[in-house]
């Protein structure tokens, strides 16, 4: 009887966010208020993006709400700057700042928000595009709501793992949004910040937007995802450019959760302190290393249990799972095998910031 019950007690984590996601993920609420106009800044890091800055800046242009000024934070040593330029001839609310290659994400972001002079700050991407012309539009308002200090879009893939994947955070995200707040900022292709609400980030923060994401909750301020807001962006190329991306990434939101701790269980955060921070830190820290264990009191308990009828069973009710959510259950695992990179290599202090171009 121990073994099943140990199996259970793991098992029952995973249940509860399952339920949480299926009550709490379906249907978004927002409220949204199309009349409220604000000034937006735009900034876009850029590092060797000729491939890519013209099309990203047309992107951006053709937005319906008016942007009041778009930042370029350029560290290239290609012809990124010299497009900006030339668009810049055209449209002046672009502004091209040169910054030193050595500067990190997180403090091109505290720069961002030194320097931005929109009361709205939107962060993206250079590889990713905006697929609605309305994109600006709905993320502005969704600050129509007082509580409201951050918003992040959803980034979709076409194919792969990376498009079970998204579908999959895109539908947690949903459900804490709806609880309280999300932690993860989904989209970084679109990503918007109440300038009054942001405060300034670890400079040698590995996940730059997710760290602001929190300290705008320890704010007061919630922080939700509009998934009526979608972009697309270059996937990597090669297992090894993706591995190398999700890990870093993890590492970052795993260090950011870790730093604040103190949100875990604390009455004055409500269902993000009680429900949304615990299931992420769960998920990315301590799920990992559970499922390790859990997978092997399974088969020992197979082993011990030495029934045929047992073994046939779960054989079978294992490739049901894996032909009817293939995509899903890699997307899941791949997820976790970064989340355990992650953890191990904060557990050793393997920490680099530098901004690094991966794709």
Known sequence: M??????????????????LML????????????????????????????????????????????????LIYDCSTDNTAKLVRETQERHPSIRLVTVPEEMTMAQIL??????????IVVKTDCDSLAESRDALKELVADFADPRVGGVTGVCVAQRGLEKH???????????????????IAHASSLLAF????????SPDSMADDTEEFVLIRRKG?????????????????????????????????ARALIQNIGILFRPRYKGYGFVVYPANLFLLAVSPLLLMV???????YLLLASS??????????????????????????????????????LAFGMNQAKWQRIR
Request: charged letters at 20%; proline letters at 4%; one cysteine or more.
């Open 221 to 253: 301020y919630r922080t939700i995802v509009d998934a009526q807001v979608i972009s697309q962006e270059e996937q990597p190329r090669t297992f090894s450019e993706r591995r190398t991306q999700k890990d870093r990434r993890a590492q970052g939101i």
């Open 165 to 183: 994947f998204r579908a999959l955070l895109t539908r947690l995200q949903i459900a804490e949004s709806n609880i309280d707040s999300v932690i």
């Open 194 to 201: 109440r300038r009054s609400a942001a405060t300034p980030v």
């Open 294 to 300: 859990g997978a092997a009191l399974f088969v020992c």
């Open 308 to 345: 045929p009828l047992l073994l046939l069973g779960t054989a079978a009710a294992s490739m049901l799972i894996f032909a009817m959510a293939r995509g899903v259950v890699f997307a899941a695992v791949d997820a976790q095998v970064s989340g355990l990179i992650a953890t191990a290599r």
């Open 2 to 19: 121990l073994l099943p019950t140990l199996l259970a007690l793991i098992s029952a984590p995973y249940l509860v966010i399952g339920i």
């Open 110 to 119: 505290n720069r961002a928000l030194r320097e931005a002079k929109g009361e």
């Open 23 to 70: 009550v709490y993920g379906r249907k978004q609420t927002l409220r949204k208020d199309y009349s409220y106009r604000r000034t937006v800044t735009v900034f876009v890091p850029t590092y060797n993006e000729e491939k890519y800055i013209a099309r990203k800046l047309g992107n951006l242009l053709a937005q319906t709400y008016p942007i009041s000024e778009i």
